[in-house]
């Protein structure tokens, strides 16, 4: 595994300054896919500030508590997805990743409150011996589900234990999360789904995209902060 990348390589989705460099850093996978994640060490230096070089990126990890999902991380490689939750204990903050109106990865601090809470967008399903059915996450989780669920739908887990909140289904009326396309980062209402296409409505306008971009946030309105 490389340690640095290319900064003219990154995705688009990704906001770095340029000035730091021909390089940065390398992130190592985290069952998110590349384009949707940023390596932890550019969020706590280029984003929050935290730090001024990687150097202090790495002390940082090793001497405070920074944690991702719940769960502390030393590794500032690490990919951290979208809707991903960061939390600074010292700090007494949280933050999520979320997309910009420009399909860019950006970071919201949220309230306390949500920090234990994330969202995951069923992809797909597997039945294992027994009956018993498998779901994979956007985030490249898999968990076993005695609900009945279907791809397409969004379960809210409690975090750090992974635990069933509450499942939001894709259905009509559901608040919705635009994750790709020209529309990326848009927030509304579904309205309709006709074979692999969809219509939500956003401020008052009724826009089409691809059903698979949709994200369902919660059952009339967003259950997270944007």
């Keep these: 595994m490389k340690n640095h990348l290319k900064s003219i390589n990154t995705p688009k989705s990704w906001i770095i300054p340029r000035i730091r460099g021909k390089y940065t850093f390398h992130p190592t996978s985290s069952g998110h896919p590349f384009e949707f994640g940023l390596p932890l060490g550019i969020i706590l230096r ?4 935290l730090a001024q070089t990687a150097a202090e990126v790495k002390k940082l990890l090793c001497t405070q ?11 500032h490689r690490v990919l951290v997805g979208l809707f991903d939750v960061i939390s600074i204990p010292l700090l007494k903050k949280s933050y999520r990743v979320v997309l910009d109106s420009k399909g860019r990865l950006i970071i919201k601090e949220i ?10 967008k069923i992809i797909g399903k597997t039945i294992l011996p027994g ?3 498998q779901v994979h996450l956007h985030d490249g989780k898999n968990i076993i ?3 009945k669920v279907k791809v397409g739908d969004t379960i809210m887990m409690e975090l750090p234990g992974l635990n069933v909140k509450a499942i939001f289904p894709l259905q ?3 608040a919705v999360f635009l994750t790709k396309g020209k529309h990326s980062g848009d927030v509304g209402q579904l309205k309709i789904i006709i074979g692999q296409e969809a219509v ?4 008052g306008k009724d826009v089409e995209t691809s059903k698979e971009y949709v994200f369902v946030l919660g059952e009339k309105t967003a259950q997270i902060t944007l």
Excluded: F, H
């Design 172 to 174: 009509l009326g559901a």
């Design 65 to 75: 508590e920074i944690l991702v999902d719940g769960r502390k991380r030393t590794d």
């Design 111 to 120: 309230p306390a409150a949500e920090s234990n809470l994330k969202p995951c």
């Design 145 to 147: 589900l005695s609900q």
């Design 46 to 49: 280029d984003i929050l500030k």
């Design 131 to 133: 009956g018993k059915v």
């Design 200 to 203: 939500y409505t956003s401020q």
